[in-house]
């Protein structure tokens, strides 16, 4: 499965601290998980089985709770059973359509 999700804290309790810092916290645990990611402006996408991608998600989610008593967490997901690559494979499908002036 891919899953993308976007968490971030909704206050932020120190004037001088960034919402962007929090992010990163996230982004580091799921980079430290090990799973095929990326991370973009507005997502960073996870693959890998449900259990494994939801624990890495909580994980994240927590390390922004860390700094935030109110945290905002969008999740996205794409669901196929015994399907692995995809993360790359779907942005490949679409620029072969691009290259072979299907579209």
């Known amino acids: 499965m891919i899953v993308a999700f976007s968490v971030a ?16 916290a996230a982004v580091k ?15 960073t996408i996870i693959e890998g ?22 945290t905002s967490l969008v999740i996205k997901a794409d669901i196929r059973e015994g399907v692995t690559g995809q993360l790359t494979q779907k942005v490949q499908s679409v620029e072969e359509h691009l290259a072979n002036g299907e579209v």
């Not at 089985?49 to 109110?70: H, L, M």
């Open 9 to 24: 804290p909704t206050i932020v309790p120190d004037a001088s601290a960034e919402m962007s810092a929090a992010v990163a």
């Open 49 to 70: 089985e449900w259990d494994e991608v939801f624990a890495v998600i909580k994980e994240a989610t927590d390390a922004v709770r860390a700094v935030s008593p109110r």
């Open 29 to 43: 645990v799921v980079r430290a998980s090990g799973l095929p990611n990326e991370t973009n402006a507005m997502f």
